[in-house]
């Protein structure tokens, strides 16, 4: 898989989120960058203001989120998660981006590490709202731009090299989380996926039979594949 667009968002939760951030203080978005990312990355992320500050109280907005992403079930045949790390909420103005980079291997809380197997950014900007900002793979068949509709999403694997283009105008209002998935193995998870989605047509066609068989084998392969 190079990468799979989804709608997550509907019209009243994307309102919900963009109005909570409009309240919200962002912060230097280096805080939370490692390694040579840090160099490269020039935005802003929700966050405290100050060493005295509180935390951001984006409880409500991450749950809208999360919820979101776990009732899609393309996405849950296309990711098979496990965990998903709670999203972060990032703005770039004009001139900012963020230059080409791979995600860290391990995100979150000590004591609760996830890997991150996929990546997945939501846009949270209507596109005519800004120009460039773009999102751009570098996969084997060359750089993918990926520019959506707020609501919308791309889900990619962590391991690709991938880059946030300028801003010329306006600003880009971004959700970006991370996903850990119960097959490691990305290969897998492509058969595992492209199963599922047979399976769905079949059924849809009053296919009894061969529906069972793809289902059979699907859950079969999921049994051996699983990392529980």
Same mark, same amino acid.
């Given at each position: 898989?190079?990468?799979?667009?989804?709608?997550?968002?509907?019209?009243?939760?994307?309102?919900?989120?963009?109005?909570?951030?409009?309240?919200?203080?962002?912060?230097?978005?280096?805080?939370?960058?490692?390694?040579?990312?840090?160099?490269?990355?020039?935005?802003?992320?929700?966050?405290?203001?100050?060493?005295?500050?509180?935390?951001?109280?984006?409880?409500?907005?991450?749950?809208?989120?999360?919820?979101?992403?776990?009732?899609?079930?393309?996405?849950?045949?296309?990711?098979?998660? =496990?965990? *998903? !790390?709670?999203? @972060?909420?990032?703005?770039? /103005?004009?001139?900012?981006?963020?230059?080409?980079?791979?995600?860290? %291997?391990?995100?979150?809380?000590?004591?609760?590490?996830?890997?991150?197997?996929?990546?997945?950014?939501?846009?949270?900007?209507?596109?005519?709202?800004?120009?460039?900002?773009?999102?751009?793979?570098?996969?084997?068949?060359?750089?993918?731009?990926?520019?959506?509709?707020?609501?919308?999403?791309?889900?990619?694997?962590?391991?690709?090299?991938?880059?946030?283009?300028?801003?010329?105008?306006?600003?880009?209002?971004?959700?970006?989380?991370?996903?850990?998935?119960?097959?490691?193995?990305?290969?897998? =998870?492509? *058969? !595992?996926?492209? @199963?599922?989605?047979?399976? /769905?047509?079949?059924?849809?066609?009053?296919?009894?039979?061969?529906? %069972?068989?793809?289902?059979?084998?699907?859950?079969?392969?999921?049994?051996?594949?699983?990392?529980?």
């Amino acid at each position: 898989m190079n990468y799979h667009i989804l709608q997550i968002l509907d019209a009243d939760e994307l309102h919900e989120i963009v109005s909570d951030l409009a309240q919200q203080t962002f912060v230097d978005g280096t805080r939370t960058a490692t390694g040579i990312a840090k160099a490269v990355k020039n935005n802003l992320q929700v966050g405290p203001s100050g060493p005295d500050a509180e935390a951001p109280n984006t409880e409500v907005i991450d749950g809208i989120v999360i919820d979101a992403i776990w009732r899609n079930d393309t996405f849950q045949a296309l990711a098979l998660p =496990r965990r *998903i !790390l709670a999203p @972060l909420f990032a703005r770039y /103005e004009v001139g900012m981006s963020y230059g080409s980079h791979v995600d860290a %291997a391990i995100m979150g809380p000590g004591d609760e590490p996830l890997r991150c197997d996929l990546a997945m950014t939501i846009f949270l900007s209507d596109p005519d709202t800004y120009e460039g900002g773009g999102l751009v793979l570098e996969t084997p068949f060359g750089e993918q731009q990926i520019k959506l509709a707020a609501g919308e999403a791309v889900v990619y694997p962590a391991t690709t090299l991938h880059r946030v283009d300028p801003v010329t105008r306006g600003t880009r209002f971004v959700a970006v989380t991370w996903i850990q998935s119960l097959v490691r193995d990305e290969r897998l =998870r492509t *058969i !595992l996926f492209d @199963l599922s989605m047979a399976a /769905e047509k079949t059924e849809a066609l009053r296919e009894a039979e061969l529906t %069972a068989a793809l289902n059979k084998s699907c859950h079969n392969l999921l049994r051996y594949a699983a990392d529980v």
